[in-house]
């Protein structure tokens, strides 16, 4: 989506199309005419459409049958949001979309105007640059929004660490001190010292996942839900996700594994 909207900034309405809707396809179809590896392009995402029209048309029995009869005449199944950016997808995947960018680039002035992105000599030519990273991948497998890792709960955070932490201790987890980890000198042991680093990892690690980053983390910070209950220290991080930032905050009786029966 973002390489499509530098692609149509300013574009030339002849480069566009003057009666199609799908800007994208017609400046890929005008490139084809004169660029090979566009041409092929265009070829490939004629194929890919042609193949959902036909398993849209087609009944709901025939496709399973087809299957059994032959696994190499399987299609690959394309998503909504796969189809809206199928130019720019096709061309990535196969690994041409750097150097469809750069062909613009070299030739701008065929097909926009002087103030477009893909104009100008310093931000064109960074864009056609920065696509060459993702056009060296090997797209096996795409992430979609529902494939996103998203956070478990602390109780099953506790669970992992006990797990992983069983081998190395011989008391009871009930009995594990509390998170609140303060530095010690050189006077303490080195297995008190790796206990304390290893819980102070775990403590920061909590949260974490692919789609924010931790930016603050303390401990025993207290918060008091209701007035006439005490105050209950937990864990406090700040987390910045692509738009906004987050507060988290999980008591220390629920990370230490000790809640009960309290509410």
Known sequence: GAVEACLLHMLRRRAAGFLRTDKVAALFTKLGK???????????????QQQVESRKNQPSGQE????????????????PQAIKH?????????????????????NCS??????????DPVCGPILASLLVGPCALEYTKLKTADHYWTDPSADELVQRHRIHGAHGRQDSPSKRPALGIRKRHSSGSSSEDRFAASAREYVESLHQNSRTHLLYGKNNVLVQPKDDLEAIPGYLSLHQAADSLTLKWTPNQLMNGTLGDSE
């Open 34 to 48: 004169t660029y090979a590896v566009a041409g092929d392009v265009c070829k490939k995402v004629q194929e890919l």
């Open 86 to 106: 199928i130019w720019v997808r096709t061309a990535l995947i196969e690994k041409v979309l750097d150097k469809i960018v750069q062909y613009i680039v070299d």
């Open 64 to 79: 399973p049958l087809k299957r059994q009869g032959s696994t190499t005449s399987k299609s690959p199944v394309l998503t």
């Open 110 to 119: 065929k097909y926009y105007e002087k103030e477009a992105l893909l104009a």
